[in-house]
């Protein structure tokens, strides 16, 4: 099965304050539905997520988040199929505390801000990974 994977960064939009637990939530659910993995890291009011799954699967979710009232400025870092995920047991992983992964944040950033606009797609999903190994709390 050809598996499609797709990293964007957004920016949270102040006006309504998205609840990151509230996402995980839905994104958990509607993910196992659709067979879908990935990884979300939020910091700094700022979104750096891949998703993984069917291109199909992947397009349509993507075209909701993209429409999501909650955050903006949404930029694609990269798409592209792959042989296998990277983040195959995660329906939607989180790192909820950024403390533990701070010398990974500074080692691909080169400061200790996050700052994911800053990053190319095949830095992104390293930095993901490997803060999934770290710390990372798996979809339920
Ligand atoms: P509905 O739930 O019907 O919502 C329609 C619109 O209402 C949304 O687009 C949003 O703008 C708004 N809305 C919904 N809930 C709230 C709320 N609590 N507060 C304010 N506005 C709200 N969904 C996934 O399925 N998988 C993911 O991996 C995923 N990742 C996300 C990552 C981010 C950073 C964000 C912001 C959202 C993510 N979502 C994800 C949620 C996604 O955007 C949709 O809201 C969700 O998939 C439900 O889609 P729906 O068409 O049923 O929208």
Redesign the pocket.
């Known amino acids: 099965m050809t598996i499609a994977q797709l990293i964007y960064v957004?920016k949270a939009s102040m006006e309504?304050r998205?609840?990151v637990e509230?996402?995980l939530k839905?994104?958990r659910v509607?993910?196992k539905q659709s067979q879908?993995t990935?990884f979300?890291c939020f910091r700094n009011d700022m979104?750096l997520?891949v998703?993984e799954g069917a291109p199909v699967a992947v397009s349509a979710?993507y075209g909701?988040?993209a429409?999501?009232?909650?955050?903006s400025n949404v930029e694609i870092l990269g798409y592209e199929k792959v042989v296998r995920r990277r983040f195959p047991t995660w329906s939607?992983g989180y790192i909820a505390n950024f403390g533990d992964v701070q010398s990974i944040v500074f080692s691909y950033s080169g400061q200790d801000e996050f700052d994911p606009y800053g990053m190319d797609c095949r830095n992104a999903i390293e930095f993901l990974s490997e803060v999934a190994n770290v710390g990372g709390r798996p979809g339920d």
């Not at 429409?67 to 955050?71: L, Q």
């Open positions: 957004s309504t998205p609840s509230e996402i839905t994104s509607r993910n879908l990935g979300l979104f997520q998703l979710v909701r988040i429409s999501d009232r909650r955050h939607m």
